[in-house]
């Protein structure tokens, strides 16, 4: 099982740009979440989905859309990228069950200039 | 979800026991303490967590006071690799997401 796999690791934009986080889980996983991090701080819920066709809005969902077509993917979409959105974004998934414990990818280190 | 509080950050002596205390004075009776740490700027790492019992596995205990409102993390022989940031984070069982909080810096020292 490779878990939880966010692409790519490391990305650079110019303000404006739109661009798609990618996060795939091979556990079938119902719940999958997105997370940011500033440095610093700890993380914060954008996003979250409790299986394919839901999402919903977590703590900071401004400027970020998500969709979840099947089980295993959840993308996160920048719709014009802004330096405040300037991050480490993690993406997570956890099955159902109550509780289970949630697995994290390994992040997305975003910059917007 | 239940808010928690913990110190900023803390030193550990290398192959001593590590005691990260987390306070959750608001928890509800069905809210289950969790504990993950983040090495480095990598993805947070499940630890353990429990309800009301103690709770023990291969990386680490889990003690819980009789009323709930406080917990702690114990790593009974820390090594260099632990040093990491500590999150204690109360979730009931109907909470879809994790609540993060700041965390614990936890400087393991040769």
């Known amino acids: 099982n490779a878990g939880v796999t966010q692409t790519p690791k490391f990305q650079v934009l110019k303000t404006g740009q739109s661009m798609t986080l990618q996060c795939a889980q091979d556990?079938?996983?119902?719940?999958m979440s997105w997370y940011r991090q500033d440095p610093g701080m700890g993380l914060r819920l954008i996003h979250y989905s409790v299986g394919a066709g839901i999402t919903d809005q977590g703590e900071v969902p401004n400027g970020y859309n998500v969709s979840r077509s099947t089980t295993e993917d959840f993308p996160l979409r920048l719709l014009s990228a802004a330096p405040s959105q300037t991050s480490v974004y993690f993406c997570?998934?956890?099955?159902?069950?109550?509780?289970?414990?949630?697995?994290f990818g390994q992040g997305t280190r975003l910059t917007v200039v | 979800d239940a808010k928690t509080t913990q110190p900023t950050s803390m030193d550990c002596a290398e192959g001593r026991a590590a005691n990260l205390p987390c306070n959750h004075s608001?928890?509800?009776?069905?809210?289950?303490v969790y504990w993950y740490r983040q090495i480095h700027s990598q993805g947070p790492q499940y630890i353990i967590h429990?309800?009301?019992n103690n709770e023990t596995n291969e990386m680490a205990s889990l003690i819980i006071t009789e009323d709930r409102k406080s917990s702690t993390l114990i790593l009974p022989h820390a090594t260099l690799r632990d040093t990491a940031v500590y999150y204690c984070?109360?979730?009931?069982?109907?909470?879809?997401?994790?609540?993060f909080g700041g965390g614990t810096r936890l400087m393991v020292k040769p």
């Open positions: 556990m079938n996983h119902e719940y």
């Open positions: 429990g309800l009301k």
């Open positions: 984070i109360v979730r009931s069982n109907a909470g879809n997401m994790l609540t």
């Open positions: 997570a998934s956890r099955p159902r069950e109550a509780n289970t414990e949630a697995f």
């Open positions: 608001t928890i509800s009776g069905n809210e289950y």
